[in-house]
């Protein structure tokens, strides 16, 4: 039986942060995707329930592409919080999972749907496990572009062989991706991480909990 992982994110789209980690990791493990909203504003033009209509659905078609299950844990984009509800529903959610390994925003952001669903999960994961020595699954944070601030890499993942198809499954964002924005943007940190990593391509993380000599690391079995 396959492990399993966790991506956790505000919205349906903030999946593009560990993307080429999910291409990489999809045939070994079973992904499942945690969104703490639909995205229900953020498109010119159109109302929420339509906006989140779409995005709902274009996060669902990038999951089918991944082989992964997406899960929509009931807040609202742009009034969301970290309340006792959403740990609850998060914390029953991760009973039912176990996952192996838990990716979700890094805690300083400018956006705070993106701080309240770490919070969130955090929060969940604390509820859920009972020592942080033992049982916890292993917590690695990812980035957002400018809007992770003071973000401080541990881990770098060489998406090289799988930017091509990373593109090609953020362009399925289309109301987000104005212009390609989200392609340039990604593109931009690509190369930003590949450089510091001396691969053409790569997505940065860093740990909540500093792996202990002889710990198991997801990333290392990855390479």
Known sequence: MKETIAIAGGHPDDLVGSLGFALLAKDRFDIHVLDFTRGE??????????????????EQSVCAELGATPH???????????????????????????????????????HMDHVMSTAATLKAVWTTYADPRKDFPEIYFYEETS???????????????????????????????????????????????????WVDKAEAYAPYIPPRPGSRCIFTELS
């Open 147 to 197: 809007q992770s601030l003071y973000f401080h890499p541990v881990w770098y993942v060489d998406i090289t062989s799988v930017w091509d198809r990373k593109v090609e499954l953020m362009r399925k964002y289309a109301c987000q991706n104005s212009g390609d924005g989200i392609v340039r943007n990604k593109t931009e940190d690509a190369l930003f991480r590949g450089n510091q990593f």
């Open 72 to 110: 929509f844990l009931g807040e609202v984009d742009g009034d969301a919080y970290a309340n006792r509800e959403v740990v609850a529903r998060t914390a029953a959610l991760l009973r039912k999972l176990k996952p192996r390994a838990i990716v979700m925003h890094w805690p300083l952001d400018s």
């Open 41 to 58: 504003v953020g498109w010119s033009g159109h109302d929420k329930e339509e906006t989140a209509r779409v995005r709902t659905a274009e």
